[in-house]
DNA sequence: TAACGATATGACAACCTTGTCACAATTACA
DNA sequence: TGTAATTGTGACAAGGTTGTCATATCGTTA
């Protein structure tokens, strides 16, 4: 937690030195990320510096809840949909997932790199809530087969592994791929086709 | 590439680099990965370092050189199998995969820490062979879709995509996950379930 | 054995990093 | 205005990094 002295800041120079942050982390791993430089671009002293935070990771701390609570935000919409069928609350997430990368880039840059990442830092920084947005993959399936939408003979597990998987994926290529598809547009096109692949591999057949 | 100097040393001495250096590059990215530590391990002064390699990337390309090289000789056995069946030859790549992964673990987690770093650094050192690679998906699958495998509505590009990155998620998971399956049995069965799901999503409907 | 080429070495410069701390400046308040 | 509390500052120590280079040692060959 930043210190009582760094929220009395003038918002101003608070914003900015949150902002110059933002940038460094979702530019580099956390590890590459220096306080030199940070302070350099956000005009402040060294010492300034740790009258407002502990250390690197107390501010990187700071930055990745308001992150989580932004996405939250985002996906609380879609969350709410509980009428819709499954396919259409899968493509719900993915869409909400590259909206958000799409209006939020640096933030979702930094969750990207966390991800990609050294696996305890993750752990460490985000393991309670990754943990639960598994478990959300997991029940939104459950939830799907006791409706009949998805076969009775797939193993709810591997089906929340790979769709949660391709969550991932699907946001990093679009916040740094290039070599599969020439745009943007294509790409969302190529995102509906992968849920309507998901869709064919795993709903009841017509008739049963 | 290593100098003369390096290829003329006894053959133990240059083991011995070579094996602390995988093992110092399958434990953190390139950019973490110090000369120091390396050479106090490998038991080899500063200077000497100097004389084997041009910098830390000169040692850090022969190693994924000779990593690839062997993956290469792996995948030959699979490659050949071209009279298999679209959903056979997939699951062999993704076998393939998992076994060298199994077998070579720390080869395949420097190639993996790789992928999940720098990209720019990742086609620097990796780029040509990985449009190859790529490309192998792509032929697969329009051969497949040629054959009337899959349906013809499929889109290749996209579904290549999808099955090169749950290639990638897969082997991912093997080396760093943890949380989503209990063992590697169940693991090895999950991914075999996978293959069904794409199976379903893209063959071609029975009686078409 | 002597001499020459190949190989090994670690001190060194130059540069980076983090965290601390004595002190300076500013602000708030009486 | 004067005092006290808050906030700002950059030099500094201690540690890390890379790449170089003069020097020492080893081996081979004459």
């Not at 003038?10 to 530019?27: H, L, T, W």
């Not at 740790?50 to 985002?74: G, M, P, R, V, W």
């Not at 991932?168 to 190529?190: Q, R």
Request: hydrophobic letters at 35%; a negative charge; one cysteine or more.
């Amino acid at each position: 937690m930043p210190t009582p002295t760094f929220f009395n800041l003038p918002k101003q120079k608070s914003q900015r030195i949150i902002d110059v942050a933002i940038d460094e982390f979702a530019s580099a791993h956390f590890n590459d990320v220096s306080i030199n430089q940070l302070i350099k671009r956000a005009e402040i002293s060294r010492g300034s510096f740790y009258q407002y935070f502990e250390n690197l990771e107390d501010l990187y701390c700071h930055i990745t809840e308001q992150i989580a609570h932004e996405k939250l935000s985002y996906l609380h919409a879609y969350l709410e949909k509980k009428d819709a069928s499954f396919f259409e609350r899968l493509k719900g997430l993915y869409s909400t997932g590259l909206t958000f990368a799409m209006t939020h880039p640096k933030y979702a840059q930094i969750g990207n790199l966390l991800f990609k990442g050294d696996p305890v830092f993750k752990q460490k920084i985000f393991g309670e809530q990754e943990q639960q947005s598994k478990q959300f993959f997991i029940d939104l399936l459950q939830s799907a087969q006791n409706k009949g939408e998805i076969r009775s003979d797939i193993n709810i597990q591997t089906a929340a592994f790979l769709f949660y998987q391709m969550n991932l994926s699907i946001s990093d290529y679009y916040l740094t791929g290039t070599t599969w598809f020439e745009s943007p547009e294509e790409y969302l096109i190529a995102v509906d086709e992968m849920i309507n692949i998901f869709k064919r591999g795993v709903e009841t057949k017509k008739g049963e």
